[in-house]
């Protein structure tokens, strides 16, 4: 019966089972009953934990170089959009519509600063 799991191992127990693995081929009568434990067997499954591992490794680089390229398109992108909207507000000014379709607020649609004066410095109270 097949043991499928679906969490990873720590990479201490991987390395305890290579070890033990490195450590059987040194043993000269190993010879088991059941033949799904035979060093052949173990042989090509160590081969195939070093295969796939290298895959997955090349997989994490090519990711890792996707991101890159994507984070770099994105940031191409933006900063031509930005200059799209300084292009804009140029053009047609900043009151206009068009200015409005493409994401920013007319300036007469923004709020005015109201400044409220500091409150006045009170003599000092005499104390009780």
């Known amino acids: 019966m097949t043991n499928t799991r679906t ?3 720590t990479a201490q127990v991987i390395q305890a089972d290579i070890d033990a693995y490195l450590a059987l081929k040194v043993i000269p009568d190993y010879q088991p009953f059941n033949l799904d434990y035979s060093l052949g067997r173990v042989s090509e499954l160590h081969e195939r934990l070093l295969t796939t ?58 709020k005015v ?4 004066p500091k409150a006045a410095a009170r003599p000092d109270e005499p104390s009780t």
Do not use: C, M, P, W
């Open 7 to 9: 969490k990873r191992l």
């Open 53 to 110: 591992q290298e895959a997955e490794l090349h997989a994490q680089h090519a990711l890792l170089a996707a991101r890159d390229a994507a984070v770099a398109a994105q940031s191409a992108f933006h900063d031509v959009i930005l200059g799209v909207k300084n292009q804009v507000k140029a053009q047609y000014g900043v009151d206009s519509d068009q200015l409005v379709s493409v994401g920013l607020k007319k300036k007469s649609e923004r």
């Open 113 to 116: 600063a109201v400044r409220t």
